[in-house]
């Protein structure tokens, strides 16, 4: 019923088997390489975000230590002011 197959379609069929398993396997073989890569990114981003949480610890601290300072400025403006002229 079917009749012969020409060569140039088993060609173009053997051509289209082999381009999809190449892909696949460049595809597979490339995972571990974009871990890497992924795992280097998300390395750098937590870095970052750590710098970023130092800073801002060290700029917490810096403003407690001025609302001491000024309590304590004030408290002794009160004081003198409670001891009159």
Request: charged share 20%; proline share 4%.
């Amino acid at each position: 019923m079917i009749g012969e197959i020409p060569n140039w379609l088993v060609t173009l069929g053997a051509s289209g088997l082999t381009a999809v398993g190449g892909f696949l396997l460049a595809l597979l073989n490339r995972g571990p390489a974009m871990q890497t890569a992924l795992d280097a990114r998300l390395q750098t981003l937590i870095d970052g975000y750590e710098r970023r949480v130092d800073d801002l610890m060290l700029e917490i601290q810096s403003l407690r230590e001025e609302v001491v300072n000024l309590r304590r400025a004030l408290a002794e403006a009160h004081y003198q002011n409670s001891l009159g002229p």
